[in-house]
């Protein structure tokens, strides 16, 4: 059982930088990929990044790809999303999602454990 907790949204002006964290309980985490995904109001849910259970392995949307870095710390069972440059367009609710296996997906319907989300608003 894993339990995932983010934090670090909040209402930033566009062009603005922010770091969400998702801290992850249980003695497992460095076996999971983590991913993260959002929502905003009225859209699906959308992959954003995800990164493997060692690092070695990122990977990114196109729409966030070169503004966003995923990086974890597996002693402090955490992951972190830096988020540069960004964007009214990136407003949603950010969700990070614990998948085991070896595999890296895409898919939120391959991810075992979930977040709360936080929220991240980017005003223009």
């Known amino acids: 059982q894993v339990q995932l907790v983010e934090s670090g949204g909040g209402l930033v002006q566009a062009g603005s930088s922010l770091r969400l964290s998702c801290a992850a309980s249980?003695?497992?985490?460095?076996?999971?990929?983590m991913g993260w995904f959002r929502q905003a109001p009225g859209k699906e849910r959308e992959f954003v990044a995800l990164i493997g259970w060692n690092a070695r392995s990122t990977y990114y949307a196109d729409s966030v790809k070169g503004r966003f870095t995923l990086s974890r710390d597996n002693a402090k069972n955490t992951v972190y999303l830096q988020m540069t440059s960004l964007k009214p367009e990136d407003t949603a609710v950010y969700y990070c999602?614990?998948?085991?296996?070896?595999?890296?997906?895409?898919?939120?319907?391959?991810?075992?454990?979930w977040g709360q989300g936080t929220q991240v608003t980017v005003s223009s």
């Open positions: 999602a614990a998948k085991s296996g070896a595999n890296i997906a895409t898919m939120g319907e391959a991810y075992d454990y």
């Open positions: 249980g003695r497992t985490f460095s076996t999971y990929a």
